[in-house]
């Protein structure tokens, strides 16, 4: 059982830059991949960006490439996403997931919003 607790969203301006966190509980943290989704007012998720469990590979969603850099810290089973050159098109919440094949765990979300 993993349990993810995002934190790092906000009211931002465009052009801003705001970082995620997500922290995992479990001793296993390294052995899941780790991905961040969003979801906008009346919308569905969607795919943002996942990270290898040891970090190596990473691949983005093609509207955040360039601006979004997903990483981790295994030490502090932790992932981030490091976002900028915000656009208020991301206004979204936003979601941290775990998986070893499907994405079974999802954190609670928390919310970037990116005014004009």
């Known amino acids: 059982q993993v349990q993810l607790v995002e934190s790092g969203g906000g009211l931002v301006q465009a052009g801003e830059s705001l970082r995620l966190s997500c922290a995992a509980s479990?001793?296993?943290?390294?052995?899941?991949?780790m991905g961040w989704f969003r979801q906008a007012p009346g919308k569905e998720r969607v795919f943002v960006a996942v990270i290898s469990g040891s970090g190596r590979s990473t691949s983005y969603a093609d509207f955040v490439k360039g601006r979004f850099t997903i990483s981790r810290d295994n030490a502090k089973n932790t992932v981030y996403l490091q976002m900028n050159s915000l656009e208020p098109e991301d206004t979204a919440v936003y979601y941290c997931a775990a998986r070893l094949g499907n994405w079974d765990y999802w954190g609670q979300g928390t919310q970037v919003t990116v005014s004009s």
């Open positions: 479990g001793h296993t943290f390294s052995t899941y991949g």
